[in-house]
Each structure stands twice: as structure tokens, then as C-alpha cells.
């Protein structure tokens, strides 16, 4: 049963569109087979073969869109992922803010790791920051996804051998408990992440933020849903505050305030104002 399940046009259009409409997520006749296979797989798992049935079934059942949604993203990542971010994140963004905070008699730093699968940016970001930081400085970290497996995953903070190999061996003894299979983030930089649900599609509530790492996330939206994104990751930070987005993404041509910063090691953006 579900094995030969295909959309033809019109389904997928549907599918296209409420994807999209909920996540800003696009499916485009070019990445149609992996929407088709993901799809099976919900199918196989509700035991049906109809894709219809299973559209009314989504469009009625919040839990199940969720899981849906959850089966159609891709989930990609790795501890350190594009070491130059981080080498940027160590020798030009955390000087800058600590000068701008000294300044301001304010010692918090506010993060937030938008799009974090499970759970090895914003631990990357913990870790780093744990290490780096003068003792005087605090720091906070969100971390979201619409991905309900990954944030469990995430909140386990247990890593298999085969997963930890950008973690530096200093950071592994320092910050990791070896356990049976792998290693476990200890509770120190556990406590330093709250995981959330939350849709990119809408308004997270936070202000103030000093940095956002939203990495590999809006290669997935259209141009529409990128802006929306972007400007809503404007309101959300506070001024001189830093935005880093996948190294292969870029918000060049869009209509954003943001200003473009190259460093040594990597590219990212900064709200002045
Ligand atoms: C490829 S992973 C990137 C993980 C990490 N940021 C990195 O660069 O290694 C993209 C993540 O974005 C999440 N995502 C996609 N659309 C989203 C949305 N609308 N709201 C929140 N998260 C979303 C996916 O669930 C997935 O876990």
C-alpha cells in the first residue's frame, strides 16, 4: 500500500500551496519527487493510498499537519557547521558586543538559533560562547524549529560517535559527558538553551536579540517568504546586533536595511540602527 502513490497536478498544487501557506517551505516541479516520497511514507504510517484522503485529513487535523509538515523538512546540520561562522562568531562578533555592552552596564547576551535541527548549532553556540566569554558575561539561547522529532532529538542532547566530529577535543572534555554510544552535552550547557516550537511563518515575540543564526533554513522559502522572514529577524533584534544566514545564502538584491560585513573568516549581517 502506499508504494505507488504519485500527486498528479492538481494535488500537488494543493499540497504546494498549504505547504507553503503554513511554513513558507516551496516545493517547485524540480523537488516534486521528494515531496512525493515523504509523502508516502505519511501515507504508509496512516494506512491509506489516497492522497486525497490524506489532504482532508491534514487540513483538519492540527497534530497531524504538524507531523506532516515535521516528515517534508530537511533536517541537515553538524556541530561547527562552516567553521569560519564560528571563527567570526569568536574574534569580531563577541569583541563588539562585549565593548557595545560594556558600555551600556548591560552583561547578557541574547541569542537566538533559528531553524536548529537537532540541537548542534545552538550547542556549537554554547559551547563556544562558554569558552570565549569574560566571567562577567551571561548569555541566553532560543532555539526553534517546526520539526517536533528534531526538537526532542535536540532536547536529549545526546550525540552518537559518528555525529561529534566538529566538536574540538578541548570542547569534548570540557563541555561533553562520554556516555555509552556517544557523548551527552552536560547540564551546564544544557541550561544554557531553551528549544521551542516555532514557525518562521510567524512573529516569535523576542526583542532585543544580539544575534540570530538563522543558517540553511530560507534556502527552502521563495523570495516572499524570505523577506517576511527577514523583516520580521529585524524587528526581533536590538540595534548593532548580528544576523548570520547560510553560507551559500545571501540577502543581496533584497530590499533590507541590513548592512553586509565580510570579516576574515566569513560573511554575515548587522543591523546599525
Ligand atoms: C537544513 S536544517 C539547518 C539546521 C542548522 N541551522 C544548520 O545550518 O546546520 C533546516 C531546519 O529549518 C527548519 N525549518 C524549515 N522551515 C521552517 C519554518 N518555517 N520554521 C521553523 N523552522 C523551519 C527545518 O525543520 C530544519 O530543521
Redo the contacts with the bound molecule.
Sequence with gaps: MADTVFLNDAEFELYRALIYNA???QFTATNRPILESRLRERLREKHTDSARTYFDMVSKDKEEFKAFLDSI??????FF?NKGQFDTLEKFVVPELIKLKHSSFNNVLHIW?????TG??PYSIAMLLSDVLPPNFKFEIVA????LK?LMAAKEGFYADSRISGIPDDYLWKYCDKVAGGYRMKPAIMSKIRFDY????NDSGQRNLDIV?C???II?FDEIARISVIKRFWDSMAPKSFLFI?HSESLFGMDTQFEFVKTEWATLYRKFI
Excluded: M
Aim: charged share 15%.
Design positions: 511554513s513558507g517551505i523538512t530537511t533536517n541537515l546540520t553538524s557547521r538559533s533559528a531553524g536548529c535541527s548542534e548549532e526553534s524549529d517546526i520539526s528534531c516555532h514557525n518562521l511563518n543564526f543558517r540553511n533554513v527552502y547560510g
